[in-house]
């Protein structure tokens, strides 16, 4: 008897334990790893909701989405990640995809013409990798952060191009396999520093963007390949500017994968949900994954109280979440950055500004609880 009920206790502790793991289950998941926005774990996760404790992180409630799992990344900045103890922790266990802000960028992998540089890239790539983290490489080719030793050294569109090939061969491959994206061309549209086109665009010519797709596309054919862009996030000029430009790249056969959005937003102007949707449908329907790559909400140009001000950032953030999600084509949304304590704003406009989502001590703002609710919807 004695016998029997010590087995029937023995039974029902281990039936106990077995029922409180698989509810924890689907938390853990979603915090190691990425929630690949698969139909299956759709299923499973809309399946598994209503036991699923507390969703405590960003990515967390990314991958409990009760409509379509997506990306939530971030901008990496190597100093903070390197003497920051909170914002590293944080880095990892809010985001579940991290792109390099500046570390990836030529001025740092390619310093001078027989040097490759990659230890600053490494080390966040490590570090995604230890978290479950997608990488999106940013930037290949851009206007700014050419190194001098090609804006100063003369060369002809042959060279140019000899330089071109072996660069981006060398980058894409050193991380070939772990670095699952690239923003390939940034910023195609703008001109540089002196108001000029940027050296590839003078002296290669616009051709440059489907070279350089090309080579990436050989050097890791299974890395997602994007073309990125500022201010063409509403119809406006510039936005079917772009959209010429993508299209003509498509109807070439250029290995484009994806069209990215960067999303600077501020809070003194007005930014119509259904106009951003519509923009992006026109790229998806050319066949194009589409993503918003660099989210931030300046404050610093509106009069309205500060409450208000955070409270309309909040809004603004929530509605790129919620335009993305509608937007089937749609896989990441990726903030400039996380905390206030670090943002490229006030260096830009010489002004003080909060545009992120934890202030400068790392409290949670509105603008992180509208994220979450947004990613959670
Ligand atoms: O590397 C030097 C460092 O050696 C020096 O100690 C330090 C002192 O100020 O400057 C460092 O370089 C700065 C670099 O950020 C790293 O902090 C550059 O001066 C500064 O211009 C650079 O700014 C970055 C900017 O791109 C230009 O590369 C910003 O952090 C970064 O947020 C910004 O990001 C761009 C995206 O790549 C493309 N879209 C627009 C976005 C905002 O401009």
Redesign the pocket.
């Known amino acids: 008897m004695r016998y029997k009920s010590n087995a029937l206790y023995l039974l029902l502790t281990a039936l106990i334990f077995l029922l409180s793991a698989c509810s924890l289950l689907p938390q853990m998941a979603s915090s190691s790893s990425n929630p690949t926005p698969t139909t299956s774990q759709q299923n499973q996760s809309s399946k598994t909701k209503s036991i699923t404790p507390a969703i405590l992180t960003l990515r967390d409630a990314a991958g409990n989405s009760q409509k379509r799992s997506i990306y939530i990344g971030t901008?990496a900045?190597i100093?903070a990640f390197n003497n920051d103890a909170t914002y590293k922790r944080l880095l990892g266990q809010e985001f579940n995809m991290l792109v390099p802000?500046?570390v990836m960028?030529m001025a740092?992998t390619h310093p001078s013409i027989d040097t490759f540089d990659y230890s600053q890239g490494d080390e966040l790539v490590a570090f995604a990798k230890a978290h479950g983290m997608q990488v999106q490489g940013?930037?290949l080719l851009?206007t700014?952060?050419v190194p001098a030793w090609i804006t100063q050294g003369g060369y002809t569109r042959n060279e140019l191009l000899g330089i071109l090939k072996d660069y981006i061969t060398n980058v894409v491959g050193h991380y070939k396999g772990q670095v699952q994206s690239w923003e390939v061309v940034?910023?195609p549209l703008d001109t540089n520093e002196y108001n000029q086109p940027s050296v590839w665009d003078q002296v290669i010519g616009p051709d440059y963007i489907d070279y350089a797709f090309r080579w990436a596309h050989e050097a890791d054919p299974q890395a997602k390949l994007y073309i990125?862009e500022?201010g063409v996030e509403t119809s406006n000029d510039k936005a079917n500017q772009y959209y010429s430009l993508v299209q003509s790249l498509v109807k070439q056969g250029t290995p484009i994968s994806g069209v990215g959005f960067?999303d600077?937003l501020d809070v003194a102007q007005q930014y119509p949900t259904a106009q951003m949707i519509a923009n992006m449908q026109r790229f998806a329907k050319l066949g194009m994954q589409v993503e918003i790559t660099?989210a931030d909400v300046m404050l610093q140009n509106s009069t309205a109280p500060m409450t208000q001000k955070l409270n309309q950032q909040a809004q603004l953030y929530a509605n790129l979440v919620h335009d993305c999600q509608a937007v089937q084509a749609c896989n990441a949304v990726t903030i400039?950055?996380f905390t206030d304590r670090y943002t490229?704003i006030p260096?830009?406009t010489h002004h003080p500004d909060q545009p992120l989502l934890f202030d400068t001590q790392y409290r949670k703002k509105p603008a992180y609880y509208a994220v979450k609710n947004a990613l959670l919807k």
Request: aromatic share 20%.
């Open positions: 901008a900045n100093d802000e500046n960028k740092v940013a930037n851009w700014s952060e940034n910023e990125n500022f960067e600077h660099e400039w950055g490229w260096g830009y």
